[in-house]
């Protein structure tokens, strides 16, 4: 839905992927640079020229401010597929899709005229996927009711994608493929294991990099880099049971207490995982409807996300007792051995985040496990009401 009317006013081409790049990166950035939105039109124009640009995450931050203005099917519909846009550009294709489907899923029911422009760029991002038949179907699709609408700019997009199907499939940078092997491995939202490896790619692969070197210098057990090339990490497999796989719940209770005290006790932290940080991501997700509410604990059942965000904005407490956080702290971020894994999330935090989820996790096995975590841990448990704060917020992320 960025296709502009004509040619000529068309801010971008298309690259060898077939993916938007800006004709006049500075002529676009000095425009950016003076739009001061107020309007759906707005934020979506100024949305997608950041993606253009590159700039992804303040693209998502306009493309969320239209969807909150979207007052019709077709705008929302739109506002999907740029979203869509930002987070395939970005290197997280299982965001991309979720996007792309839900704007498919309701164009055909309620926008039937916008059905090809989500139809073709989830047939891209599949095509980038190595999904080439759901791709080519999709593909032809779109260019069917592409040809039937008339418009030759759309028509001849989609049959470039069908064309060059093949050619936009994104493949392992090479140093990666020599160890784990050509197969595509996209797995924005967790590792892949690849025999004795694992995989990941996209921001979360970065984040995962950088935090993996940090903790490591600072002697926590982490899982070693073994190749980081562009946005894919690789990292070696520990033959270790996670926590979460063992039958003890003291052993567990006790390991998680006897990790979570060393790893709190570092200091110098150079990424930051406070609330300033954690807020805007939760009121992001949010807004573009990726809270899983079938995952909520009990308690909060009953209760929307839009309700959620409100409140952990409301009852925002203080953050007066820093320490370096996980961010995930539970039995199955922790091998037996010590190991912790899952670490994009470590940075600054108040350390109830982290005892929030280890309670939670931890009750559920029972008061020993509880019991043998605070042995360990050490140091005073906070305020119930911080921990319920965290708790609530988690739902979120």
Known sequence: MTTAASPPTRPYRFDERLRMIPVDP?????????????????????GIALMLLGRHDEALDQLDQALDLADTP????????????????????????????????????????VVSFAAHHLG???????????ARQLLGEALRLRVADGDPELIESTTAALEHLDEMAIELPLS?????????IWASSGPARAGDYWVVRGPRA???????????????????????????????HVAQLSLAELDDPVQVGATMGGVLRRLHALTDCPFDSGLDAMLPLAQRRV??????????DDD???????????????????????????????????????TMVDV????????????????????????????????????????????????????LC
């Open 26 to 46: 500075a002529g676009l950035a000095a425009r950016v640079a003076a739009a001061h939105p107020v309007d759906f039109a707005g934020f979506r124009r100024l």
């Open 74 to 113: 077709r705008r929302r519909i739109t506002v999907w597929i740029n979203l869509a846009d930002v987070y395939r550009y970005r290197g997280e294709p299982a965001l991309a899709e979720l996007l792309y489907r839900r704007a498919l899923n309701a164009s055909r029911a309620h926008d039937p005229d």
């Open 124 to 134: 891209k991002s599949l095509a980038e996927q190595h999904q080439r038949e759901e």
């Open 176 to 184: 990666v493929a020599r160890l784990v092997g050509t197969a595509p």
């Open 206 to 236: 970065i984040a995962e990099y950088q935090r993996l070197r940090y903790l490591a210098s600072v002697g926590v057990a982490v899982p070693s880099v073994v190749e980081f090339a562009e946005d894919v990490l690789v990292t070696v």
């Open 287 to 296: 807004v573009e409807g990726l809270v899983d509410v079938t995952d909520f």
């Open 300 to 338: 909060h059942a009953d209760l929307t996300p839009e309700q959620v965000i409100a409140r952990v904005r409301v009852q925002r407490p203080a953050e007066d007792d820093h320490v370096v956080a996980h961010g995930d702290f539970t039995p199955e971020n922790v091998l037996a051995d010590g």
């Open 344 to 395: 994009a999330g470590v940075g600054v935090a108040d350390r109830a985040r982290d005892l929030a989820i280890a309670e939670r996790e931890l009750t559920a096995l029972g008061e020993q496990a509880l019991t043998a975590f605070y042995a360990e841990y050490g140091g005073v448990r906070p305020d119930q009401r911080l921990l319920d704060y965290y708790r609530l917020l988690d739902e």
